[in-house]
């Protein structure tokens, strides 16, 4: 499968965007949060400057990375990226935004007010059992359930951890015992 790494530039704004796509890149927009905000407000008057072709993925991502780092491209003001390219996907990365990108997103995020339309769809979103949703919502468990979750306790296999004597649960020991007791 062939890559393609592209430079693209808004031609009113002067605004540069760097990205990769398996699509034609001569067509393709770009698809950055700030890049298509950018054709959003700006129009789709871009061009394509340079388009670089790659089959093998290695090349692609150390190329990306190295043409990320040389033009600064998320810190400069004159690029729309918000994070270095890799060359390999185009999602959310975990360690590809720079420290000072991560703050500026997270400065930018802070302190959102939602509407209580958004609110209840990002609730319904969560989870359906949240709340009222939830079967046992406003219930309480009876005294035959729980005797019947006690006896179950009760009767699961008990470890002892071998620095503090202590017996306790399969789960708690394997937590805060053997490997991981503070006596030890």
Same mark, same amino acid.
């Given at each position: 499968?062939?890559t393609? +790494?592209?430079?693209?530039?808004?031609?009113?704004?002067? %605004?540069?965007? /760097?990205g990769?796509?398996?699509?034609?890149?001569? *067509?393709?927009?770009? @698809?950055?949060?700030?890049?298509?905000?950018? +054709?959003?407000?700006? &129009? %789709?008057?871009?061009?394509?400057?340079? *388009?670089?072709?790659?089959?093998?993925?290695?090349?692609?991502?150390?190329?990306? *990375?190295? /043409? @990320?780092?040389?033009?600064?491209?998320?810190?400069? *003001?004159?690029?729309?990226? +918000?994070?270095?390219?890799?060359?390999?996907?185009?999602?959310?990365?975990? &360690?590809?935004?720079?420290?000072?990108?991560? %703050?500026?997103?997270?400065?930018?995020?802070?302190?959102?007010? /939602?509407?209580?339309?958004?609110?209840? $769809?990002? @609730?319904s #979103?969560?989870?359906? #059992? %949240?709340?009222?949703?939830?079967?046992?919502?406003?219930? $309480? #468990?009876?005294?035959?359930?729980?005797?019947?979750?006690?006896?179950?306790? +009760?009767?699961?296999?008990? !470890?002892?951890?071998?620095?503090?004597?202590?017996?306790?649960?399969? @789960?708690? /020991?394997a937590?805060?015992?053997? !490997?991981?007791?503070?006596?030890?």
């Amino acid at each position: 499968m062939i890559t393609y +790494l592209y430079h693209k530039r808004h031609k009113q704004t002067g %605004l540069n965007y /760097f990205g990769k796509t398996i699509k034609d890149p001569y *067509v393709y927009l770009g @698809s950055g949060t700030r890049w298509t905000a950018h +054709l959003r407000k700006h &129009g %789709l008057d871009i061009e394509t400057i340079k *388009v670089w072709e790659f089959s093998n993925l290695e090349e692609c991502s150390k190329f990306a *990375v190295e /043409f @990320s780092t040389k033009n600064n491209i998320v810190e400069s *003001v004159d690029w729309a990226n +918000l994070r270095l390219e890799n060359g390999l996907d185009g999602g959310y990365t975990p &360690g590809a935004y720079t420290t000072e990108a991560s %703050l500026k997103k997270g400065a930018k995020l802070k302190g959102r007010i /939602f509407t209580k339309e958004t609110i209840d $769809k990002m @609730s319904s #979103h969560t989870g359906k #059992h %949240l709340g009222e949703k939830n079967p046992m919502y406003g219930k $309480k #468990h009876g005294s035959a359930t729980k005797k019947l979750q006690q006896e179950k306790a +009760l009767a699961r296999e008990q !470890k002892q951890c071998e620095y503090c004597g202590k017996e306790c649960s399969p @789960s708690n /020991f394997a937590r805060w015992h053997d !490997k991981n007791c503070k006596h030890k």
